[in-house]
């Protein structure tokens, strides 16, 4: 699985040193760019009103150094009000244009969140089951939630303080020079001592930013799959245990967050310690100017006000620097997730699948490695045909490689050798969203949803009616049982289905594979949980669906299977015999031991 860090300048992946670079940037922070921009009525609303707020607030010194230096001295009550009036005005386009502010960007923000999860959540469903062999889902979770939050801020209100401010600064230093070109020289020389630190400081929060996210996705993967398997934590009494273990990833997580937490804490402390040390001792030398007749009281204090804006936004820069630089590294994150690129996707020119559907499948030559166990051959040159319309059993102990010829069929990963083909179309070059149409799989780990019974069952097939969908119900045996429960089709299952007994959700896995209609059947012990009864009627309905599709089912119950067109026994990855029932008990080998082990002798023959 490549897992690739995107490099915004060349498009390539980097090198080591290029991502360790990278670390210390805040490039990935480009990738919500396109999002930001996206919404371009509220991005300039909230341009607007940052300028605004801002040239509002640098006019105010000049407002006050007129009052001071013409309005007291000219003892003009008149032109005092004219002052004082337009302070007031000026309070009132602040009063405006902050709110504004605040609006637009929390807006964007909020936004800009919401489309990035969606989008994560578009290339998570895109990701083959390879990317999740390798990747825990409590961390891909932790990806999707805690660091799209920890961008949040950044996409709205930290991009508005950081502009609002360095505009504040900029107009500041420029005012300040026009108040005293010789005070402002002082000031400049003072910046370098001021900046240089908070770039050092920015780069240690980043990097510890960046651990106690993935101490923190750490420990909120421990939990999620504790809480999944809820059942056995409990059965085995290991709620203790568990816990212990959490708590300890927790508090390494809070420690990772503290050390974070005193980086920033001296980073704002530095930042505002050299601002107002550079300050006082610039305001010392202009006292100086002053009772020596070289500047006026006015022009004295509105080059002060104009350095505590400049210090002011100095100070507001640090902070928000210093939430930049984190949400640089949930942002670095995200990237690489984003970046990672499907192993299995449709190809740029895909072949068209012949319409109608024929419902053929063919393996030719066909060997696999699972991603994680590359050393070991789950297929090893299996071929098999199977016409349109046949029933082929799929036979063998666990580990033979039955599951995974499922695997290969519906694309989930593809062979390292030989071509697997539906309707005489290699499945690599065909579209995947067609490919599957095609397949209907019942397996035999039930998946459903925390949802209504009726939707449980339209998942895969949206537009189906409720009229469908009772009737899918009935033909695989379920609609007595969902009319028995309190709200019937719209009932709500509980997370996996839990309120529901494996024969049950066994059922209803059946009536979504049945109402998709698909012209290939894929049967993974579809009916393993049910009991006697359940099963010959279930059985019974899966004779009339089987019947006109081809359908290839895996099964231990050999009973479920003597009927099939043909039974492909299955030994360590490869297919060892082939043949009716009959044919193979007669050859007195894997299968009719195995028949003989289910059946007894004479039953089996």
């Known amino acids: ?78 032109l005092i009000n004219n002052y004082f009036l337009t302070l007031i005005g000026i309070g009132l386009l602040i009063a405006v244009a902050s709110p504004a502010r605040y609006y637009f960007v929390n807006w964007i923000g909020e936004r800009v969140v919401a489309d990035l999860r969606t989008k994560v959540f578009a290339q998570l469903s895109k990701l083959g089951p390879a990317y999740f062999d390798i990747n825990h889902s409590g961390e891909i979770m932790s990806r999707l939630t805690a660091d799209t939050t920890q961008i949040k801020a950044v996409a709205g209100s930290s991009l508005s303080q950081a502009a609002r401010n360095f505009i ?69 009494v290991n709620e203790q245990a568990v816990t212990d273990r959490f708590s300890r990833a927790v508090e390494r997580a809070f420690d990772a967050a503290r050390q974070r937490m005193r980086a920033r804490a001296a980073l704002t402390g530095v930042a505002i310690f050299l601002t107002v040390a550079s300050v006082t001792a610039v305001l010392w030398y202009g006292a100086s100017d002053v009772i ?57 020119k895909p072949v068209p699948l012949p319409q109608p559907p024929i419902g053929a499948v063919a393996f030719e030559n066909v060997t696999f490695s699972y991603p994680t166990r590359p050393d070991e051959k789950a297929l090893d040159g299996v071929t098999f045909h199977v016409k349109s319309g046949e029933t082929i059993a799929l036979v ?80 695989a045996q379920a609609d007595e049982f969902i009319n ?67 359908t290839l089912v895996i099964a231990h119950r050999l009973a479920t299977v003597q009927k099939a067109d043909r039974i492909l026994v299955m030994e360590k990855g490869r297919i060892v015999e082939a043949g009716t029932h009959g044919e193979l008990v007669r050859r007195n080998g894997t299968y009719a031991r195995l028949a003989e082990l289910q059946f007894g002798r004479e039953a089996a023959e």
């Open 168 to 236: 504040m600064l900029i107009g500041a230093l420029v005012m300040m020079f026009v108040s005293s070109a010789k005070l402002s020289l002082l000031v400049f020389i003072a910046i370098p001592i001021i900046v240089l630190p908070l770039v050092g400081f920015g780069r240690l929060v980043r990097r510890l930013s960046r651990t106690a996210q993935d101490t923190l996705g750490d420990a909120s993967a421990y939990a999620a799959e504790n809480l999944a398997a809820h059942r056995t934590m409990q059965a085995y």
């Open 1 to 78: 699985m490549r897992r690739e860090t995107i490099d915004l300048n060349r498009g390539q992946t980097p090198s080591a040193e290029d991502a360790s670079r990278a670390r210390l940037s805040l490039r990935p922070l480009l990738t919500l760019k396109p999002l930001i921009l996206a919404h371009k009525g509220a991005l300039w609303g909230a341009v607007i009103a940052v300028i605004v707020s801002a040239v509002a607030m640098l006019a105010v010194p000049m407002a006050v150094r007129r009052m001071i230096d013409n309005g007291f001295a000219a003892n003009d009550s008149a």
């Open 484 to 550: 028995a429960l309190p709200d019937g089709y719209n009932c709500k299952l509980g997370e996996r289905g839990a309120s529901l007994s494996g024969g049950q959700r066994q059922r209803i896995a059946i009536a979504r594979a049945i109402l998709k209609n698909a012209p290939i059947l894929l049967l993974d012990e579809a009916t393993s949980a049910l009991d006697a009864e359940s099963e010959n009627a279930v059985q019974r309905a899966l004779d009339g669906l089987v019947s006109g599709r081809t």
């Open 396 to 475: 063998g102990p666990s580990g033979s490689g039955k599951t995974t010829i499922f695997n290969l069929l519906l694309r989930f990963y593809d062979p390292s050798v030989g071509v697997v083909r539906v309707d005489g179309v290699n499945v690599a070059e065909a579209d995947l969203t067609d490919l599957r149409r095609r397949l209907a799989v019942v397996p035999q780990d039930v998946a459903l949803f925390a949802d209504t019974i009726a939707e449980n069952i339209r998942y895969g097939t949206p537009g189906a009616s409720m009229s469908e969908i009772r009737q899918a119900a009935i033909a």
């Open 292 to 348: 020596a007749g070289n500047m006026t009281g006015g022009r004295l204090g509105q080059f002060v006000l104009y350095a505590l804006f400049a210090a002011g936004a100095l100070a507001e820069l640090s902070e928000v620097w210093g939430e930049i630089t984190q949400a640089a590294g949930a942002a670095e994150r995200l990237s690489e997730m984003m970046a990672t690129i499907p192993e299995i996707r449709s190809p740029e």
